[in-house]
């Protein structure tokens, strides 16, 4: 009986030292925020906002996050910092799709988002595929028809070829045989008005670009990138796949990675502070206002989730003709 209860007490002291352990962790007065966008790009807006958010809910009074912009090569120069920062507690990095296929086409993006250490999901964010309202293509069937009866019929306005667009373009066109034109501009702006004045068809319009052009009318959506119809896209608007293409496209997920071997307790702390963040009214507002979908994923959800995302998006790409090194 002693023994039983000498044992229980042990195992109890060992349960409550590594409580304390994990919860002895807490970060530096600041903690950087790293993000490969320069000021007003989409990982920099997405950045500040969660970070306003963070303070405005008093979820970590003590820390103030500071998003640092580590601009160039796409997202080499950010994973060069995190790599350079391993070990560091008090750096995470906010990543997007970028940071997986800049490393597997770029000789100089020699460090995967694999090797980084997950903490945490946060969003994935939708799309439209939209066109101009007089044009005479009123649905996603008719665009991909028109060029299968008519090779390069319509024209595809975007950006990198790298992008989330023209992943759109690839898994479609692999999946129809059909084939149109991708015509890069430099900037958002340039690519909506190529399909506002007529010099291209079509234009898949990431969640946070579409506000007034939408709600005015000046363009219009055929097609939601994504698995379900999302809140704030109007509702009549199908999917890819209830347009009638049973096709899986890369999601472009937004998250948390940390530098190589960060502590146990620090992604435990973070994953944490995130999970709180995302299930305030402020968090939910944000989603709602620009209609993105909230997935928050686990840490632990989150490494296979990269690896998997790394292996479709070399898929994709080779599909595509495009020259993948890694």
Known sequence: MRLRTLSTAIICFAACTVGASAAEFTPASTVSVITHSG??????????????????????????????????????????????????????????????????????????????????????????????????????????????????????????PLGRDAVVRYVLMAATGAHWPYVSFATGGERIAAVLGGHADLYVMDATETGDFIRSGKLKPIAQVSDTRIEGFPPDVPTIKEAGYDVKIPQQARGMIGPPGMSKEAVAFYEGLFQKTMQTESWKKYVRDNALDAQFMTSDKLGPFLKDYQDRMRTVLKSAGIDVIR
């Open 39 to 160: 000021v007003g790009g989409a990982n920099d807006v997405f950045g500040r906002q969660l970070i306003a958010i963070i303070e405005k809910e008093k979820l970590a009074p003590n820390t103030k996050f500071v998003l640092v912009n580590k601009t160039g090569g796409g997202s080499t120069t950010a994973m060069n910092y995190m790599k350079e920062k391993a070990g560091d507690n008090n750096t995470i990095g906010l990543f997007a799709s970028n940071y997986i296929s800049d490393n597997l086409v770029q000789k100089e993006a020699t460090n995967s988002i694999t090797e980084m250490t997950p903490v945490a999901n946060l969003i994935v964010e939708p799309a439209l595929v939209v066109v101009n309202p007089n044009s005479q293509i009123k649905t996603l069937k008719d665009f991909i028809d028109g060029n299968k009866a008519t090779p390069n019929k319509y024209k595809q306005s975007g950006g990198s």
